[in-house]
């Protein structure tokens, strides 16, 4: 089986909202392979949920509280697969770009 290699990145999502690419369309069904969260001076959250805001939750990660440390998060084997599309509720964060295959 061939390793897929064409990542895209996602336009960064300051608000609660469906991750799009670059056009920016609206992504469909994807695997998130990488997370960069710019973290906010308060502690916060990203719950990513596929199909919308009322969706599934699929994965929920915690930001730390400072501004200067950003986090860069390589998720295992082929990331993780989004069936609809890829939603993110934020909590206290600067922004946070996926990438996706």
């Not at 897929?4 to 992504?27: I, R």
């Amino acid at each position: 089986m061939a390793m897929q290699t064409d990542v895209l990145a996602s336009v960064p999502l300051t608000a609660e909202g469906q991750f799009t690419n670059q056009t920016p369309t609206n992504l469909g069904r994807t695997r998130v392979k990488a997370v960069y969260i710019v973290p906010s001076g308060t502690a916060g959250s990203i719950v990513f949920k596929d199909g919308g805001a009322s969706g599934t939750t699929v994965l929920t990660l915690n930001t730390v509280a400072s501004a200067t440390q950003p986090t860069y998060l390589l998720l295992p084997g082929e990331g993780v697969l989004f069936a609809t599309n890829v939603y993110g509720d934020v909590t206290n964060i600067g922004s946070v770009t996926i990438f996706y295959g």
